[in-house]
């Protein structure tokens, strides 16, 4: 099968992830890939709004291509809150239709949104309004026991027939709204990948980005063959070196792959920035812990960056030692 749109906007992203794709998770990815479009950590509307949450607006130029993804339903916080990311240098503004937990349905936002094809559009008709920033949605392909295509397809046609939105995120997989956690919801409902495929086919003009369950660059490459553009979540946070490849295999960009030295120099100098600004080391390199997975070391990588007494001396050569004793590791193990 040909691939249509080979170099998307949308052909590679990282997923957001509460608590995870933070700014110090993001600076890492992009020392990796320049091309992957990066997504920061959902953010309620509101709390953009009433300045609660400042840290999630901050963010390094390095990180463009880079989204916000928002949380929320009343078209004027959305609105609002567009406007502020906007201002701030998002390059895309995303709104979270798929995320499931009972907080958030509580709050009637995420998943439980897609019941409600008319207030989405009506939030994002508010949303392009204000901004000429990309506006996206990322949903599910359903919801509890929605078997039927057609549910999906319904929804999406009404939002890009109401709407200017042509870009959808499709995690595929329903949402069940009762009984399962969120972390069982990214587990448990069967993936659809087909589904998704169809949404592509059934409208070719629209950007569409599949989702779940995604582990290796060959799966990639498979999907990149029916849909333009695939996002990763767990998968970039545990293993982040599997980025290291996509810019000259999924974008053909010849730059040289960037090697582990130059890595921990950028990150070291970051972390030396950020303890200036009084960012505490932990919270910074926790983000970095799956960095080096599949290498003999990796495990001396993270019991060292783990070290709360070192940690809490906030000295940012701890990364190089860190990296340093990880080496040492992988050469003893050679010589033994
Ligand atoms: C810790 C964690 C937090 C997440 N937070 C969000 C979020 O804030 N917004 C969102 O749309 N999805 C969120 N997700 C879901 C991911 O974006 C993604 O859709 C899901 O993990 C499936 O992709 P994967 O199989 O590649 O991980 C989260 C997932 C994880 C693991």
Known sequence: MQNTNQFSPWRL???PMLDWTNRHYRFMARQLTKRTRLYTEMIHANALIYGKSEDFLLHDECEYPLAIQLGGSSHESLAQATIIAAKAGFNEI???CGCPSPRVQKGIFGACLMKDAPLVAKCINAMFDVTDKDI???HRIGLDNDEDYNILQDFVAYISEKTPCNTFIIHARNAILDGLSPKENREIPPLKYDFVYRVKKDFPNLTIVINGGI???????EHLSYVDGVMLGRVIYHQPLI???WDNMFFN???PIVNDETIIEKLYSYACDELKKGVPLRSI???WLGLFHG???AKRWRQILSDSKQLSLNKPELIYHAFNEMNNYDRLKYYK
Request: charged share 20%; hydrophobic share 20%.
């Open 295 to 297: 290498y003999s070391g």
């Open 215 to 221: 582990h290796t660059n060959d799966e990639i490459s």
């Open 13 to 15: 992203s990282t997923a």
């Open 136 to 138: 996206t949605i990322k």
């Open 285 to 287: 390199v926790t983000h």
């Open 94 to 96: 995303n709104l979270n």
């Open 253 to 255: 960009d010849n730059n």
């Open 243 to 245: 980025m290291r490849n």
